[in-house]
């Protein structure tokens, strides 16, 4: 734990997310971007990870993150994602969805686009008619956003007006939103029911609906397997998370019990699966790990990830179906750790990318671990 | 150095601006809004809990030492405060020249109330502490001693004697040695002097941490080195070169030598450790007081009264850590510095014997001060959380009554605030948050969410009242709303009568649907039969039954149709006085049809019963 750096940032953290690496990176991450929440003055704001080994601005050895860059926003930040190597797209408890701009030859942010009444209540009585907008997700240029309001808006970057929106999508608050395929996109809701919608088709009713067996128990968070798109996993209020086959049955392959409180995030590593990261109000962040020889660390990771050297290496070892989908509990050994030693309040965001994590909690602080798996 | 509470104070605002007509927004505890001091705040909540945490069951030694790093942690925040105050006054942001000191003013205090209370120095290594406190915060002479040691020959320099005295008043022995070596090499006369002078300094006796010598040996031996040092300067070795004679008179704890050098040490409480340096360096804890008196006078001498600062250092020095408290909190505006020493103390057990009259223990009166103090802040709130629990006495009822009063403008702070109910089983607060919630919810139109709101609480008379509302809709409609949530309510079907009607109502509607008559029919009458529907609704119910009893296929046996019959009657029998019903047209050509229909299908399966055996 030694290479976790941790920084206090007097705001509350709501979300935290690393810019995307240039297709042929070799370097890690180094640039994640933050948002806040339930301040009078919400920020988002750039970092930089800072150097290993360097002695950076203050002479920090570990390169503690420091602040490039960061600009106002109005309401809590609700979601966040990177459009792009310059475009980030946030999602306001107002209901708006703002592109951001970050000027990297000045090291400024600007809002670039904003689509004030993405998500609304139609009540004249509620404050100002809006209702958060809880989920956004992109596909340059196609931005999909879900909101309190059980609306589900499908936005262009370049277009002034969305291109679709599914009004009364849901009767409850959809809490977050995937892409499935390019074409498909899921949802999860506050009555535990997962959806999957294809917006090729006119009609607005989902194209299937999987929920779970039991209580309804919401469920906040969402991921999709990166390389096997039949797997998703999401987790629930009560802490659960679900792993999912989309091709058969409409009710979860396993549920693990993971977390004592709402779970907020989950996240398949992007370049190795096998790696699931959960976070969650108990102030604990997990780290799953089925890969099934798991003294062989896979040292590929630290050069970004190649994952063609990867597969050579492992399907010596792994059976076709993935480890996240068998129940047999002999065969596979899965791996769980808390990175967190000592937990108070909530983690409400994690992002992965190659090596790196970033996570920002309740108790106004943004750690970087930046060799996960060495 | 600490500056009166009523220049943070709203009113005194008001006091400035009298004929302009402004609204002030009056906030309960200003600092909390100083953006640098959140990172104190959060920083010392994760402190706190660890303390809380951390096991009672060491004793001794470990439990001491685990004590003394708590304390070092949080001097360490109040330092890295600093820092970041002093960044921030670089760039010019904020009221920030005003805290610096006030933080170094809080960090001294600490790092005093460390040394005698949390650590309880003994005497010897009491010294040490008290010479690393001295030279910690005493930082006036810095850029002096910066600028002679980088000069090009120190001994040129016009306050090279000043530096050098600074060393020795600070028991900073090699240091002073070093410069002083400078001057031998760069005077050669002065030779011999030098050599006698940096031979006493070498051989002073300091106390040592480890368990080396015990104090009748250092006594014993300072003994012998303060008479050496006596003769020295009786016999007039030092006589050519005043600034040596001082340096000497010093080492022999010349009170008034050391007077003289006022403006070096600029504090009295450098001049008590100077003078305990010099004269008693076995000084025993308890003794401290004395000297600490003696020392303010004879440093102070009665030209200017004692500061705040300066009485709350007595206090502690006299071992009265009520009064330091007490004092701290009179002076400084916030309640957290009090607040978390005096919790560290508390688990000293230091201040187990003291009780207010008014009921809670100290520690616990300040801590709920703090914490209500930090539930007046947008953003802060969740850290008071964990303060009043560790608030035995009163920290429930406060955080019942707090935690209500926190506005809830998305779900997701919603859900934060239901957990932290739920956790320490607040049901009233739960059932108020999710009422509230689900009130919202209803309004806006959203249904599913106000269920998902009612199943959390476990409240089946919302749940009834939503009910209510998708089946107002269904008569207005003549068509379900949100199908996406009425055809998966699973279990949370049972929470509410009224609920599990809904369910099997739409239930009966997709049976028909499929064209799954017979089952249609039953779930039909159960639902009349077994009082799952409400009153209001069996009209509509038996209407829904007139296509099943116009159907082509006998659906209804005969028991079933005396029991739609039955229905029928006990509906129509309720109303007698009913001029409206009565007189509505529509009302009474359906039941005249219901009759009908009822009367047909009877014909119709008393036949077909009769006809076939068994069927």
Not at chain 2, 209 to 226: A, S, Y
Not at chain 2, 350 to 364: A, C, V
Not at chain 2, 490 to 517: A, I, N, V
């Amino acid at each position: 734990m030694e290479d976790v750096s941790a920084k206090f940032v007097s705001q509350k953290i709501s979300r935290t997310r690393w810019r995307p690496l240039p297709a042929a990176a070799l370097q890690p991450p180094d640039v994640f971007a933050t948002g806040s929440w339930d301040n009078e003055d919400n920020r988002i704001s750039i970092w930089s990870a800072g150097d290993l080994g360097n002695a950076g601005l203050n002479g920090e050895y570990h390169g503690e993150p420091h602040l490039l860059c960061d600009i106002q926003h109005n309401g809590d930040v609700m979601d966040m994602q990177f459009l792009d190597q310059e475009r980030i797209v946030v999602a306001s408890s107002t209901g708006t969805v703002t592109i951001f701009r970050h000027h990297q030859n000045n090291q400024t942010l600007s809002a670039d686009h904003r689509w004030a009444k993405a998500h609304y209540h139609v009540d004249q009585d509620t404050s100002c008619g809006g209702a958060a907008c809880t989920g956004v997700v992109c596909n340059n240029p196609e931005i999909v956003t879900v909101g309190e309001d059980g609306r589900i808006n499908l936005f262009r970057a370049d277009q002034k007006d969305a291109v679709r929106t599914i009004d009364n999508a849901d009767s409850s608050t959809l809490h977050a939103v995937t892409f499935l395929r390019t074409t498909e996109i899921l949802t999860v809701n506050s009555i535990g029911q997962l959806k999957i919608w294809d917006l090729r088709q006119q009609r607005n009713e989902p194209s299937q609906i999987f929920s779970l067996a039991g209580d309804r128990v919401p469920l906040h968070c969402v991921d999709r397997h990166p390389n096997q798109q039949h797997i998703v996993a999401t987790g629930g209020q009560d802490g659960m998370l679900s792993i999912w086959d989309i091709r058969q049955g409409t009710m979860p392959v396993s549920l693990l019990n993971a977390h004592e409180a709402e779970m907020w995030e989950v996240h398949f590593h992007p370049s190795d699966p096998d790696h699931l990261f959960t976070c969650s109000e108990d102030g604990s962040l997990w780290h799953w790990d089925t890969s099934t020889n798991v003294s062989e660390k896979p040292s590929f990771l630290h050069q970004g990830g190649r994952s063609t050297a990867y597969l050579s290496h492992s399907t010596m070892n792994q059976s076709v179906v993935s480890a996240w989908l068998s129940n047999d509990p002999t065969k596979d050994r899965m791996e769980i750790t808390n990175l967190i030693p000592n937990q108070t309040l909530s983690v409400n965001s994690l992002d992965v990318l190659g090596p790196c994590l970033v996570y920002g909690t309740d108790a106004e602080a943004i750690y970087v671990n930046r060799q996960l798996f060495a | 150095l600490c500056f009166p509470c009523c220049t943070h104070s709203p009113y005194s605002q008001a006091f400035l601006t009298p004929s302009s007509s402004r609204v002030f927004v009056v906030r309960r505890d200003q600092d909390i809004y100083i953006h640098t001091l959140r990172k104190l705040f959060n920083e010392s909540h994760g402190i706190f809990m660890g303390l809380q945490r951390s096991e009672e069951e060491l004793a001794g030694k470990s439990r001491k030492a685990q004590l003394v790093q708590v304390s070092k942690n949080y001097r360490s925040v109040i330092r890295a405060c600093m820092e970041d105050m002093h960044q921030a006054a670089a760039l010019k942001l904020g009221p920030a020249f005003l805290q610096v000191s006030i933080l170094s003013a809080m960090e001294l205090i600490w790092n005093l109330c460390e040394i005698l209370f949390v650590e309880a120095a003994t005497a010897g290594p009491l010294l040490l502490r008290l010479l690393d406190w001295v030279r910690l915060h005493v930082c006036d002479v810095d850029s002096m001693v910066r600028e002679v040691l980088s000069s090009e020959s120190p001994s040129k320099h016009k306050l090279f004697w000043n530096v050098v005295d600074v060393f020795v008043l600070q028991g900073r022995m090699d240091e002073a040695r070093h410069l002083l070596s400078k001057e031998a090499s760069a005077n050669p006369a002065s030779m011999n002097m030098y050599k006698i002078l940096d031979d006493l300094m070498k051989k002073m006796p300091v106390p040592s941490l480890g368990n080396t010598q015990t104090l009748t040996e250092l006594e014993l031996k300072w003994q012998h080195w303060h008479e050496e040092c006596q003769r020295y300067l009786q016999d007039g070795t030092f006589a050519s070169n005043p600034h040596m004679e001082s340096i000497c008179k010093i080492l022999l704890g010349d009170e008034d030598a050391i007077l003289e050098k006022k403006e070096l040490m600029t504090t009295w409480y450098h001049f008590l450790v100077t003078r305990l340096l010099y004269s008693h360096p076995t000084v025993k804890p308890m003794e401290l007081r004395f000297y600490a008196q003696s020392s303010m006078d004879l440093f102070l001498g009665g030209e200017s009264s004692p500061e705040p600062l300066d009485l709350i250092l007595m206090a502690a020095f006299e071992f009265e850590m009520h009064q330091v408290i007490k004092e701290c909190s009179i002076v400084l505006s916030n309640w957290w510095f009090v607040a978390h020493l005096t919790d560290l103390l508390d688990h000293c057990k230091l201040l187990q014997s003291h009780n207010l009259y008014f009921g809670s223990n100290m520690r616990e009166f300040l801590l709920l001060e703090y914490a209500s103090g930090l539930f007046s802040h947008h953003s802060l709130w969740q850290l008071g959380v964990d303060y009043f629990d560790h608030c035995p006495q009163f920290g429930r009822v406060y955080l019942e009554l707090h935690i209500e009063r926190v506005p809830l403008s998305t779900e997701q702070k919603a859900l934060k605030v239901l957990r932290i109910c739920e956790q320490r089983q607040m049901h009233e607060q739960v059932r108020s948050i999710c009422k509230i919630m689900a009130m919202k919810a209803l309004r806006n139109n959203r249904l599913g969410s106000a269920l998902s709101w009612s199943i959390r609480a476990k409240d089946a008379a919302f749940a009834t009242l939503i009910s209510d509302r998708f089946l107002k809709d269904y008569c207005e409609k003549g068509c379900f709303s949100d199908l996406d949530l009425i055809d998966n309510l699973g279990p949370s079907m049972l929470l509410s009568d009224r609920l599990t009607f809904l369910g099997k109502y739409r239930e009966f509607h997709r049976l028909y649907g499929e064209k799954r008559f017979a089952e249609a029919a039953r779930l039909l009458l159960t639902l009349m039969t077994a009082h799952i529907a409400p009153c209001s609704f069996w009209m509509t119910l038996l209407t829904d039954a007139l296509p099943l009893l116009e159907q082509k296929e006998v659906i209804f046996s005969a028991e079933q149709t005396y029991e739609l019959m039955r229905c029928l009657e006990d509906l129509t029998a309720g109303n007698p006085d009913k001029q409206k019903f009565q007189d509505d047209d529509v009302e009474t050509t359906k039941v005249e049809m219901l009759r009908l229909a009822l009367a047909r299908n009877l014909a119709r399966v008393i036949v077909k019963e009769g006809t076939v055996e068994g069927s």
